[in-house]
């Protein structure tokens, strides 16, 4: 029987077996993934872990922002479009990665109806004692994203997964101090961070059971700046992966938790699975063979998500390019296509669209 | 090896040791000792970024290695800067910096100021999430040669594009280099908005501007 899309997601999250392979191409699919075709399953479904509105999007859903960074409706309305308009399997909701830092009383600075909300001002200063706020889950945008979840439920839950994202502890721990700040430290007295890694590792854990309670389907933890662009394996595995692991432990299995992380991260793709996210989603900067293989060899099931680049192909390419890095994407072993980390909000909606295309035209194989 | 050398190889490994204390030491010998404070900083400080470049490119050394050693370095030019003899024959290139509007990750373009000024720029930096028609205001300002831009976002990246645009608009894409950089640019993208170079990383990026300025003082 065909799959419905979001079912086609759930799957490929519980790490069933599939690894997409493309049979319509003759030239591009590598023989070696050839599947006979009894054992092809349904076609391979498309998603966006990391934001995915566009100025087109949100001209479609009629959901602008700024107000869909602030209130359910919009938001709700603007990530629905991501089903509805783009066809992707999944929807999630917020649009930028400030969202905790503005409960923790970083200043934001409103992105205007192009932008995203950023930081414009960190909370605290190095040495300071973190305060974590009562009622994390009231605060700042937070019941807003939980009123979008549910509305999402309601509105495309059927044929989408619903995803809520929040930040990872480190990378919230870098907006509370700023990067630079928090970088120095990770080297020369690593336990002055630990206090706001710890924090944020608590609130996480609050904001994810919320998330949970809310209804959505999955989790999305976005751990950006725990990339080896910006710190080595070593700080990766004693500041980033254990606190990763103690939100998805507190998340116990009861959704699937997709991690993503920017930029390098061949030395650590066996620790990023070892947090036991039920999926890594990575950027094309990531050999993503090497790691299927390393993880074939110890024995890891993790799929892996990824990665059309949204610059490359999504932004810059055309429909042609982004099948390609779909094509590319799913020879090199991954469970599910996603662009590589945040589209920018100027792409072409066709663009969007061409990736769906690319990944339904794939076929599922066991 | 003479003592000023010895000074020299000492700097340059404070920087690479990320020894502040050690480099503020042997800054403040040079003075004392009456050397060059001009070479102190070009064949040790300089030198020893140079070295830190190297080892970030070969992936030794990560972000907070080289945030240390800068700040070891800037420990060091400070006890030596206000001892530098004005030297009138020296050209000095400016570079204007910043972190395109819309994005407020400015980590990526601090190394690169970094490792532009210990390649002998004098940069003015901006800061971050800048409009579009400031870099070049700034940049007629200050009469730069270059105009770097910088971001991490996929989100920020049209903004870049925007300096490009300014640039031609105002008919004054001629009159500066562009340089840019950050997570999510490729050569592919550079090319497109019609940028001068891409650098792949800030020891790149300072390579790439001196190699500007020195084909502008060729075809001078």
């Known amino acids: 029987m065909e799959k419905t899309t979001r079912e086609q997601v759930l799957a490929a999250l519980r790490g069933e077996g599939a690894y997409p392979v493309a049979i319509h191409d003759g030239a591009q699919s590598a023989p070696l993934h050839r599947a006979d075709t009894n054992s092809l399953r349904s076609q391979v479904a498309a998603i966006s872990v990391c934001q995915y509105a566009t100025y087109e999007l949100m001209e479609k859903t009629g959901a602008f922002w700024p107000q869909a960074h602030y209130e359910a409706a919009p938001m709700a309305r603007l990530a629905a479009g991501g089903a509805t308009v783009i066809g992707l399997g999944a929807v999630r909701v917020p649009y930028c990665q400030t969202v905790e830092a503005e409960i923790y009383g970083a200043k934001i600075k409103d992105g205007g109806r192009t932008h995203i909300p950023s930081i414009a001002e960190h909370p605290y200063k190095l040495g300071d004692t973190p305060e974590i706020p009562a009622d994390f889950v009231k605060k700042g945008r937070i019941p807003a994203i939980l009123e979008a979840i549910r509305i999402l439920k309601r509105e495309v839950g059927e044929k989408a997964v619903v995803m809520g994202s929040i930040v990872g502890p480190f990378s919230v721990a870098a907006n509370l101090v700023g990067i630079s700040a928090l970088l120095k430290a990770s080297l020369r007295k690593p336990d002055s961070i630990l206090p706001y890694i710890e924090a944020a590792t608590e609130t996480a854990q609050q904001y994810a059971a919320a998330v949970i309670e809310a209804g959505a389907d999955a989790l999305v933890i976005e751990d950006m700046m725990a990339s080896l662009d910006m710190i080595s394996p070593r700080t990766y595995r004693a500041l980033a992966a254990p606190y990763e692991t103690r939100v998805i432990a507190s998340v116990g299995k009861r959704i699937p938790v997709i991690i993503h992380i920017c930029g390098k991260l061949d030395q650590v793709m066996t620790d990023i699975a070892a947090t036991g996210a039920d999926a890594i989603s990575v950027e094309s900067a990531v050999d993503i063979p090497a790691a299927r293989q390393k993880f074939d060899e110890a024995g890891i099931r993790t799929p892996i998500i990824g990665a059309v680049h949204p610059i490359r192909a999504l932004l810059e390419g055309t429909p042609e390019d982004v099948a390609a890095e779909v094509r590319k994407s799913a020879a090199d072993g991954v469970a599910l296509i996603s662009p590589d980390c945040a589209v920018a909000p100027n792409t072409p909606l066709a663009n969007l669209q061409a990736m769906v295309e690319a990944a339904g035209a794939l076929q599922e194989r066991r | ?220």
């Open chain 2, 1 to 220: 090896m003479s003592r000023e050398e010895e000074l020299h190889k000492g700097l340059s490994d404070a920087v690479v040791d990320m020894d502040e204390d050690l480099a503020r030491e042997l800054a403040q010998a040079v003075v004392d000792e009456g050397f060059d404070a001009y070479d102190a900083i070009e064949k040790g400080l300089s030198a020893g970024m140079e070295e830190v470049g190297r080892l970030y490119e070969e992936e030794e050394y990560f972000i907070p290695e080289l945030l240390l050693c800068s700040d070891a370095m800037y420990a060091g030019i400070e006890i030596l800067k206000p001892h530098i003899k004005k030297r009138e024959d020296t050209v000095r290139h400016t570079v204007v910096i910043g972190v395109v509007e819309g994005d407020t990750h400015d980590i990526g373009k601090n190394l690169v100021k970094i490792m532009l000024e210990s390649a002998g720029f004098d940069v003015i930096d901006l800061g971050r999430d800048i409009p579009a028609a400031d870099f070049v205001r700034a940049a007629e300002e200050h009469q730069a040669e270059i105009i770097a831009l910088a971001t991490l976002m996929t989100t920020a990246m049209p903004a870049m594009r925007e300096v490009l645009e300014v640039l031609e608009k105002e008919a004054k894409r001629g009159k500066f280099k562009v340089v840019v950089g950050g997570g999510p640019i490729s050569p592919a993208f550079a090319d497109k908005i019609g940028a001068d170079v891409y650098a792949v990383n800030a020891a790149e990026a300072a390579r790439l501007a001196r190699e500007l300025v020195s084909q502008g003082e060729a075809g001078k």
